[in-house]
């Protein structure tokens, strides 16, 4: 194992307030909200229509090609609608509505135990391709492609990520706490699809009980590594920089480096999907912060609605005005429009705080002090200082070619190690979103 990756902050994490907090099984009550759109890669097709009966386990909406993923209900009820509703990020996107009629009856066979070792390599991808399976790390992105790269005989390395190094964040801790033999079932799955490869599993060591699990439950066959606590340890690059010591371009991809890294929350989902007949339609998430009255971890089903999380929570903390409201944590998550939206499925988070760090910050920016702070911190060896004076006069030319600025993983250790307050982190987002719309149009212009 390499000491540790390059760059990185050591935020306070904050744990401590949901830890010990066990994991909860959540039923909501209210109408369900499942956006057509919870992955990267197309929007899948809605294959029910308004007043159609569903169960907990339907396909409600089918994948539209490959890089995409199927939508699964996590409710019984009746359709009562499909519109145009307003999702986390504030956008307004098409959803299937379903009025919850709070029985959660299931589809039949759902949560069936398969014999998986008769299982073929294709059957097991088939599988998880069809619980609509995608990264619970945030990414979303569907796993069944992940799992199926150009070359599985390259592979040598299958990398468990249990580093949970968001602050705020414990869901996956006390999942590897909880089902540390499941996961390693289907650390054992996934490995069955790379012949060449090792597994590892990576917690950081701030972690104990988890990795004490983890390592109970693996073999001779899956090494569990305890990690030092440093963020982002938990990004892709930056754990397979820690557990094999190999470095490649960000802008390549983990399995031309010969890795397969997936989130254990993702792992998890994959055994529930191809040893219990069970899709993906519920996970694990956090809700913490310093304006709710109890944190907790739960494992919450998709279309839940926000609101309902905090009163299950015993609602805000009494004399606390809640000033923020965060889909996910405060390094790379983002704000959430109101506490009316709907869980999906890459939504590991919800972090609720009595003041806005953003508008603080805000309040004390200053220029630039050319301290090149953000270059030391920097995990992925960028220039933020650089990258940000090419923003300020949208220089997309030298953003792009010389500077590397796609490359950004929006981790926010530029921004939370600047000393003048500079928001780095959303400087850079800005800038890859406008890029990717200008060169959306030059292509659509060049099509015509």
Do not use: W
């Amino acid at each position: 194992m390499h000491h540790t990756f390059r760059g990185g902050v050591h935020p306070n994490d904050q744990k401590a307030l949901s830890s010990q907090a066990p994991l909860r099984a959540f039923d909501p009550k209210g109408e369900m909200v499942f956006p057509v759109a919870q992955h990267i890669g197309k929007p899948a097709k809605p294959v029910v229509k308004k007043n159609d009966a569903v169960r907990v386990g339907q396909l409600i909406a089918q994948a539209d090609g490959y890089v995409s993923a199927n939508i699964i209900s996590s409710c019984s009820g009746t359709v009562k609608a499909i519109e145009k509703r307003r999702i986390i990020s504030g956008a307004m996107a098409e959803c299937i509505v379903i009025d919850n009629d709070g029985l959660f009856t299931p589809v039949e066979g759902l949560g069936e135990e398969t014999d998986t070792s008769v299982l073929s390599a294709e059957e097991i991808l088939a599988k998880v391709q069809q619980a609509g399976i995608v990264g619970l790390g945030g990414a979303g992105f569907p796993t069944h492609v992940k799992l199926k790269p150009a070359n599985p005989a390259g592979i040598r390395y299958v990398i468990a990520n249990g580093a949970e190094c968001e602050p705020y964040l414990t869901c996956n801790d006390q999942l590897m706490r909880t089902q540390a033999q499941a996961i390693i079932a289907g650390m054992r799955l996934i490995l069955r699809l790379f012949p060449n490869a090792k597994g590892y599993v990576g917690i950081e060591d701030n972690k104990p009980e988890a990795i004490a699990a983890m390592k109970a439950a693996a073999g001779t066959d899956i090494e569990v590594l305890g990690l030092h606590t440093k963020y982002p340890q938990g990004g892709e690059h930056n754990l397979i920089q820690t557990v094999t010591g190999l470095d490649y371009p960000v802008a390549k991809l983990p399995a031309d480096a010969g890795c397969i890294v997936c989130n254990v929350g993702t792992i998890y989902a994959v055994e529930r999907a191809v040893g219990h007949n069970e899709p993906l339609f519920r996970h694990v998430l956090t809700v913490s912060g310093d304006a709710v009255e109890k944190p907790s971890n739960f494992i919450v089903r998709d279309g839940t609605c926000f609101s309902e999380l905090v009163e299950a929570c015993g609602g805000l903390k009494s004399g606390v005005t809640l000033k923020k409201a965060l889909s996910g944590g405060p390094m790379m998550g983002f704000a959430a429009s109101s506490l009316s939206v709907h869980v999906q499925k890459t939504t590991n988070g919800l972090t609720l705080l009595a003041e806005a760090p953003a508008e603080t910050a805000q309040a004390k920016m200053t220029a630039c002090l050319h301290c090149g702070r953000c270059t030391t911190v920097c995990p992925a060896g960028l220039l933020p200082q650089l990258m940000a004076e090419a923003a300020e006069v949208r220089d997309y030319e030298r953003y792009e070619k010389k500077l590397y600025g796609l490359e950004c993983v929006a981790c926010g250790s530029c921004t939370y190690i600047c000393p003048a307050k500079r928001p780095l982190t959303q400087t850079f987002k800005q800038m890859k979103a406008e890029i990717t719309a200008r060169k959306r149009a030059a292509q659509a212009g060049g099509a015509k």
